[in-house]
Structures are given as structure tokens and as C-alpha cells.
């Protein structure tokens, strides 16, 4: 089966400023194994034998200002190696008007989205955006609408909590595909945690403009975990329908607790009870649609 991955990054050290100086605890916990350059021809490596044929670069937070760097250093990559086949770049959404930034950024041919990462939780350690309720915000909503105009996706990165109003952020943009990250990033394993995210899910799947990206699904558990995995993608599956998913690794992050084929591997055995078909939008099909591979 061909395997499209649709969460990946490459990165320089020096490019990345939450690399520089001592670890600070993050979300993925402790990270300096990664605190080094993760070039493409390294994640060409780990993906050798997997299956994979196409990729799709996510945004990994340069500094803001340096977002359109990025993109066309990213873009540079592409041209000179053919990966990857696909750029999701950084733009803010709480400026007055995006569109400036969005005429740069598409001087890119790769460019096929924006993510801005909008999740924020009581646990400082988890919490990215400054307040909880961006997607509520109108003039993100505004600047978010204006990405149909550029045909451009937008990954949407949101706690269950803030759910409800990813929800009006997608009514509010009804022409632009959102991209649920890390299927909505459950974080609380609990029975309650689970039935909470679920339900949040069920109510942002209503939105037809919405989809579910199955990846990083190790990020609070620090392990590559059968179970939880099969348990995830099951649950979103489910709700979202398999046309609305799609798989990515979020490499080289879960490189700190896996190998790429391992990942892939559980992954495959976590959906090996689902349709050919389901399979094959899960792992190539909704992400070549989504991103126009």
C-alpha cells in the first residue's frame, strides 16, 4: 500500500529557537536528542522500506517573523531533492488582515496550507497559544476565510475543550478545509477525558469542511503504543468516517521514543481490520485530495 505522510518536519538547529540554549519541558518531554539538524536526506533514511511515497512538510516554529524563510527554505529542499511534495507554512491570523503575508508565502508552488497552533490547557506545559478562545476570535475568523481565496488548508491544532469553538471558527470559513491536528490531541486518558474528547469531536465532525490528521499519537503517553494507537484511530475513524482521515508521523518528534517503521507498523495493524478502501484513504488517499498531491 502506498503511504502518503502528512505530518513531518525538517529542520536546521539554528533556525528553530526553541532548540537553542537548555531544555525547557515541553510537551513531548525531554528533547535533546532532537536538538540537532533533521535534514531531509535523514528522513528520507528513516522512511526507507515504509512504503511512504509523498510528504507533507508542517510549519516548525521559526521564529514568526522568519515564517516566510521557512517556507521558501523548505520550497529550496523540494527543488533540489523532489520532497517534500507538499508545504503547510506559518502565518499569524491575529494580524489585521493575513493577506500580505499570504501573497509572500505563496510565491512557494509547494504551498498547500497554514497552520497557526491555537491550543491552550490549564497545564502551562501544554498550553502553545496565549488565550483558549482564538478560534472565537473574529478577526481570525476573517483572516482564516480569507485562505479559500489562496486555496490554501488550514491545520487546525485544538484541545477537546476548545472544540466548540474550533467548531464556529469551521462555520465561520465554510470553503476552506480544516485539518484536525493529532486528532484533536487527547491528553486526558481517563474514561471521562475520553468520553468528553469524543463528544467534542462528534460535534466539530458535523462540519463537512472538516478532517481528522491521525498522527502524534504518542506525544503525552512518550512511547509508540499499540493499544492507544488502534483505540484513537478507531474512535476518530468513527466519526469521522475513513474519507476524512489521514495518517501522519510527526517525525522526527516520535523519533524519541520510535523508529519510523515501527510507527507505520502499528499504525497498519491498528486499521488492518478496516476496508481496503478505508485504508487507502487513511493513508494516501484524503491526504492527496486535501493537500492536491
Known sequence: MKIVDSHHHIWRQADLPWLQGPSVPRIFGEYDP???DYPIDEFLDDI????????VYVQANWSPDRAADEAAWVQATADRTGWPHA????????????????????????????????????????????????????????NV??????????????????????????????????????????????????????????????RRNVTAKLSAFGTFIHRNDGPHIERILHDTVEVFGPARCLWGS???????????????????????????????????????????L
Not at 526507507?48 to 510528504?55: D, F, I, N, Q, Y
Not at 493575513?98 to 506545559?125: E, S, T, Y
Not at 510527526?250 to 478496516?274: G, M, Q
Request: aromatic content about 10%; hydrophobic content about 45%; some cysteine.
Open 34 to 36: 532532537i536538538k540537532r
Open 48 to 55: 526507507a522500506g515504509t512504503g511512504v511515497t509523498k510528504s
Open 87 to 142: 508545504i503547510v507554512a506559518y502565518a499569524d491570523m491575529t494580524v489585521p488582515d493575513v493577506r500580505p503575508a499570504l501573497d509572500v508565502l505563496a510565491k512557494n508552488p509547494l504551498l498547500r496550507g497554514i497552520r497557526q497552533q491555537f491550543h491552550w490547557h490549564d497545564n502551562p506545559q501544554y498550553r502553545f497559544a496565549p488565550t483558549p478562545d482564538l478560534c472565537r476570535d473574529p478577526t481570525v475568523q476573517a
Open 145 to 206: 476565510a480569507r485562505l479559500a481565496d489562496y486555496g490554501l488548508a488550514f491545520d487546525l491544532q485544538v484541545f477537546a475543550p476548545q472544540m466548540p469553538g474550533a467548531a464556529e471558527l469551521a462555520d465561520a470559513a465554510p470553503a476552506v478545509t480544516f485539518v484536525l491536528q493529532h486528532a484533536g490531541m487527547l491528553e486526558d486518558l481517563t474514561d471521562d477525558g475520553r468520553a468528553a474528547w469524543k463528544s467534542a469531536l462528534r460535534d466539530l465532525a458535523r
Open 250 to 292: 510527526n517525525f522526527p518528534i516520535e523519533k524519541l521514543w520510535t523508529t519510523y517503521p515501527d510507527l507505520v507498523a502499528a499504525f497498519r495493524r491498528a486499521a488492518a481490520d478496516l476496508s481496503a478502501g478505508a485504508q487507502a484513504d487513511i493513508f494516501e488517499r484524503t491526504a492527496t485530495r486535501v493537500y492536491r
